[in-house]
C-alpha cells in the first residue's frame, strides 16, 4: 500500500479488527446518489458523466467527485455515492479528501520557489542543510541533493516501501498498530537508518519512488526558512491561489468536513477514518477539495508558480521502475489511451485522488474516491472524462 498512485495498488495483505467493518456487498448494493453541475457546450452530453460516476459506485466505490475542465473552463462537475457508508450520507462536490500523494507536487513547488530564489540550489547535498541524528544516520545524505530528493534518484529508502518496510505492520496492521498515533519525523526517518534497511542504490544510479525523500524536503525547506514548513506552503501556494479548503495536516488534528475513508481489505471495506497524516506529512498529509485542486492544477501546468528554469525542470522527465511512467519533479508522465497524461495522484488507506492533465488537448480532470484500491476503477474514470472532453470539443 504505497503513497503514489501510479506506483501501485496493491490491496493490504492482512485483515484488520476495526469496528467500522462493512461488507462489500453492501457497498456493491447501495442506490448510487448523483448530483452534478454543468457549464458545458451544448452538444456534450454531460448525462454520460452522470452515468459513469454511478456505475463507478454500483460497481463498489462508496462515493466519487469528478470535475473535467478544457482550456481553462469547466465543463462537467458532479458527485456521487455517499460520504459514509453507516449513515448513508450523501456526497458533495465540496466535500474534503485525503490527497495524499499529490502534496509531493505542493512540496516541490515550495522547493523549486526557493532555489528560484537562490536560497537553495538543486546540488546542494542533504548534509549542508539537516544535522539532526535522525538524518545523518541516513546513508549517503552527504552526497544526495536536493535534485535527487525530488526525483526519486537518491537511493534513499522509503519508510513506506511495501514489500521491504515494518512501517505498514508498526503503523496498521500489527497487533499493536495504534490508527490513532501522532508520528514523528524522526520515528518515520529511522525505517531509513541503515541498521533497519540500507539505500537501494547510490546517489543518481538508478530510480526508486520514496516518501522518505519527500519528509527530508520539508526538513529542508524548515531549515532554510527558519519557520514551519506550513507557513511556507500557506503563503507561497495556499493563499495566492485561494485554496481556502486545502490544508496539510498536521499531529493528530485533522480538518473537518472530510468524508469518511474506507480499505478494502479481504472482500471487506474497514473504516479508516480515525487514522490521522502525521506518517505522511510533506510526502503525502494534505486535505483538499475538487474545486481547490481544478484551480491548483492550471498554476502547476501553466508554469504560474515557478520561474521558466524551474518550471522547464519540474516538468523534465527520467524514466521510472514502472512500464509507461515517467518521472518529473513532483509530477509524472504515463502513456494513455487519450495521449500522454501529466500530473500527480494518490493513494493511501482509504482514499484515492488524481489531478492529470492531457498534454495534447488541455483537458484537466480531477476525481476523488474515498476508497482505496479500486482495481483501477478511478484510472478508468479519469480516462473516460478525458475521451468525453476531447469528443466535445473537436
Not at 145 to 167: K, P, R
Not at 195 to 212: I, L, R
Not at 267 to 287: F, I, K
Request: glycine share 10%.
Amino acid at each position: 500500500m504505497v503513497i503514489h498512485g501510479s506506483a501501485s495498488r496493491s490491496v493490504l495483505a492482512h485483515a484488520l479488527t476495526r469496528r467500522a467493518l462493512v461488507g462489500a456487498a453492501s457497498a456493491l448494493a447501495m442506490a448510487p446518489a448523483v448530483s452534478a453541475a454543468h457549464g458545458t457546450p451544448e452538444a456534450m452530453s454531460t448525462a454520460e458523466l452522470d452515468a459513469l460516476l454511478a456505475d463507478g459506485v454500483a460497481h463498489g466505490l462508496p462515493g466519487i467527485v469528478l470535475a473535467v475542465a478544457h482550456d481553462g473552463k469547466t465543463l462537467y462537475s458532479g458527485a456521487a455515492g455517499v460520504a459514509n457508508l453507516e449513515t448513508k450520507t450523501p456526497i458533495k462536490e465540496t466535500d474534503r479528501f485525503r490527497i495524499y500523494s499529490i502534496a509531493k507536487t505542493f512540496t516541490a513547488i515550495v522547493v523549486l520557489q526557493l532555489i528560484d530564489e537562490g536560497v537553495l540550489a538543486f546540488n546542494d547535498t542533504v548534509a549542508k542543510w539537516l544535522d539532526d541524528p535522525a538524518v545523518v544516520k541516513i546513508p549517503n545524505v552527504d552526497t544526495v541533493t536536493i535534485h535527487q530528493l525530488l526525483n526519486h534518484t537518491s537511493g534513499i529508502f522509503d519508510y513506506a516501501d511495501d514489500e521491504e518496510s515494518s512501517f505498514w505492520m508498526d503503523a496498521f496492521l500489527g497487533p499493536n498498530a495504534d490508527w490513532t498515533k501522532v508520528w514523528t519525523i524522526d520515528e518515520l526517518l529511522a525505517y531509513a537508518d541503515p541498521a533497519n534497511h540500507g539505500p537501494y542504490f547510490a546517489p543518481g544510479e538508478a530510480y526508486h519512488y520514496s516518501n522518505t525523500e519527500y519528509l527530508l524536503l520539508g526538513l529542508i525547506v524548515e531549515r532554510a526558512t527558519g519557520g514551519p514548513y506550513h507557513d511556507q506552503l500557506q503563503t507561497r501556494i495556499l493563499d495566492p491561489l485561494k485554496l481556502t479548503d486545502t490544508f496539510l495536516a498536521e499531529g493528530g488534528e485533522m480538518p473537518e468536513g472530510i468524508v469518511d475513508g474506507y480499505q478494502l481489505l479481504e472482500d471487506q471495506l474497514v473504516s479508516v477514518t480515525e487514522s490521522n497524516l502525521s506518517w505522511v506529512w510533506t510526502a503525502g498529509g494534505m486535505v483538499s477539495t475538487k474545486e481547490d485542486l481544478l484551480r491548483f492544477a492550471p498554476a502547476v501546468f501553466s508554469g504560474e508558480l515557478l520561474s521558466p528554469k524551474s518550471f522547464k525542470a519540474m516538468f523534465t522527465f527520467i524514466p521510472s521502475d514502472k512500464p509507461g511512467k515517467e518521472e518529473g519533479l513532483g509530477v509524472y508522465r504515463i502513456t494513455s489511451g487519450n495521449g500522454l497524461l501529466t500530473g500527480m495522484d494518490g493513494v493511501g488507506p482509504g482514499y484515492i485522488a488524481s489531478m492529470m492533465r492531457l498534454e495534447d488537448g488541455d483537458v484537466t480532470v480531477v476525481a476523488l474516491v474515498n476508497m482505496a484500491p479500486d482495481d483501477g476503477t478511478t484510472d478508468s474514470i479519469r480516462d473516460e472524462a478525458i475521451a468525453w472532453a476531447v469528443d466535445g470539443a473537436a
